[in-house]
């Protein structure tokens, strides 16, 4: 099982971008998805989070800003983020609890990363 993220890169304060972050390989099930940033020397923090049943959560710096949403059927989740502001600067990782085929169990996945820069 791995995640593949996409979609970061450079934008101007007020701009916007879409990531995406797919899951492939034995899966069963996907449980709960989302996104976390890391700036250099921080600790990593939760954006978003989507259940299956598409429940929502968001910290609350980008409430009214990000959306989160997920595609069961193509295992993907995405991350809308429109009104970027300087502080959003970081590297965004994609999260997702996997049931493979060959367990029970979900095992929490990470993707492989990708930069975001708001610049001001």
């Known amino acids: 099982v791995q995640l593949q993220a996409s979609g970061g890169g450079l934008v101007q304060t007020g701009g916007s971008l879409r990531l995406s972050c797919a899951a492939s390989?034995?899966?069963?099930?996907?449980?709960?998805m989302g996104w976390y940033r890391q700036d250099p020397g921080k600790q990593r923090e939760l954006v978003a989070t989507?259940?299956?049943?598409?429940?929502?959560k968001y910290r609350d710096s980008v409430k009214g800003r990000f959306t989160i949403s997920r595609d069961n059927a193509k295992n993907t989740v995405y991350l809308q983020m429109n009104n970027l502001k300087p502080e959003d600067t970081a590297v965004y990782y994609c999260?997702?609890?996997?049931?493979?085929?060959?367990?029970?169990?979900?095992?929490?996945?990470w993707g492989q990363g990708t930069q975001v820069t708001v610049s001001s």
């Open positions: 999260n997702a609890d996997i049931v493979s085929r060959f367990s029970y169990y979900a095992t929490a996945y």
């Open positions: 390989g034995s899966i069963s099930r996907i449980e709960d």
């Open positions: 989507v259940t299956r049943g598409a429940s929502t």
